[in-house]
């Protein structure tokens, strides 16, 4: 079912974009002349709630749909880091938040057809306040502890809509006790 | 929250599947970033079907993108003025056969808000039925199936199922119509 590539070359090279394109022989024989494929590195997310049961979120204008909703903790893996340590990088950072028990909750991709990333999703318990927020000169955020009724209600008002956060949310929601 | 103010734009790409927009923003800090990329996409569909006979209907095909042999639901993108559920109708039944049944939209992602400009919709279609044979697209080379709601679970959690638009509806329905958790249905009442 696998296809072959018979021709790849790169058309943008940049930090935050790399476009591919290949020529490809599908499993039928047909060829496939210009297929895109975008090249990312590993990304990160955390569903972090802290010892007093308040979830740990995020809210923060997206540009590409020109829209403020409400996430939860994520960003990009860097080299040499392990998805654990990216995600208690991150949640650090961009919330001052750390220390607690992590499990791995889920891995998913935002675009299997053409992205060539995952998704490492991790839950959280009983974080706590350990630095300061630092964030990157191009992050605008600001943080909000919001209880468990409060989180289901943003998910029930499409008020959380990236895939990659409101899959392991509704995980979470469907296997806790 | 204020959005960013966007200077100036240049697309690197424009083809079939791929546009690629380079964006010059300004935040509200004041910073302003010469380079941020967009791409484009038009709407996409998802379509968690059920069969009269309560089976769901997957399929399993080939990512070149994650080089994987992915299950999945039935998916597709909307034609230029055409309605989701119009779409979501047309990719059922051009990538199955199945078709007929009732259909209420059931939830509103996105893959990737910070770069892609596309919202994806969910439709539920229940009692669905096998209609006619399959037409799919040249890239296409779909195999499908019915499995039970134990089976589809079973794949969401080893993670054979791995798409964010797919796994979060999915999730969103395997949350509201598990019977052993008390606390989500009455949160969420019996009906879907």
Redesign the interface.
């Known amino acids: 079912m696998g296809w072959k590539v018979l021709f790849s070359e790169y058309l943008i090279s940049r930090p935050w974009l790399t476009v591919r394109r290949d020529k490809l022989q599908l499993a039928d024989g047909r060829i496939a002349p210009e297929y895109y494929v975008l090249e990312y590195p590993d990304w990160v997310n955390v569903i972090a709630i802290t010892k007093e049961g308040k979830f740990v979120m995020e809210r923060q204008y997206r540009h590409a749909i020109g829209r403020t909703d409400f996430e939860i903790p994520c960003g990009i893996m860097e080299k040499g880091e392990t998805p654990l340590e990216a995600a208690k990088r991150e949640l650090k950072e961009e919330t001052g938040y750390g220390n607690g028990e992590w499990k791995l909750l889920m891995k998913l991709s935002p675009n299997p057809t053409s992205m060539t990333n995952m998704t490492f999703c991790f839950l959280a318990t009983d974080v706590e306040i350990i630095d300061e927020q630092r964030l990157d000169a191009t992050e605008e955020l600001t943080v909000h502890l919001l209880s468990k009724g409060e989180v289901r209600d943003l998910l029930e008002r499409n008020e959380i809509i990236q895939s990659l956060m409101v899959a392991p949310l509704l995980k979470f929601f469907m296997q806790e006790k | ?4 103010v966007k200077r100036g734009q240049e697309y ?2 424009q ?1 079939k ?2 546009t ?1 927009r380079k ?1 010059i ?1 300004q ?3 004041g ?1 302003v ?1 010469d ?5 484009e996409y038009p709407t996409w569909v998802n379509v968690i079907a059920i069969t009269e006979d309560g089976l769901f209907v997957i399929e ?11 299950f999945e639901i039935c998916a597709g993108t909307c034609e230029k003025d055409e309605e989701p559920i119009d779409a979501a109708k047309r990719e059922l039944l051009e990538e199955t056969g199945y078709g007929g049944g009732k259909w209420t939209m059931y ?14 919709y969910t439709f539920l279609a229940e009692g669905v039925k096998k209609i006619s044979q399959p037409h799919q697209e ?2 296409e ?1 779909i195999e499908f199936f019915t499995v039970s709601r134990g089976e589809l679970l079973k794949l969401m959690e080893n ?1 054979e199922i ?4 797919m ?6 329905y ?2 509201k119509t ?1 019977s052993e ?1 008390v ?2 249905n009455r ?2 009442g019996k009906t879907i």
Do not use: F
């Open positions: 929250m204020k959005k960013w690197l790409l083809c599947w791929l690629v964006d923003v935040l509200p800090s910073l970033l380079d941020y990329y967009v791409l399993k095909q080939y990512r070149h993108g994650t080089e994987s042999i992915d939830g509103i992602s996105n893959p990737n808000p910070a770069a892609m400009t596309n919202l994806n040249k890239t080379d993670g791995k798409q964010g638009c796994l979060a509806m999915l999730w969103k395997m949350a598990n958790n606390a989500i949160w969420l």
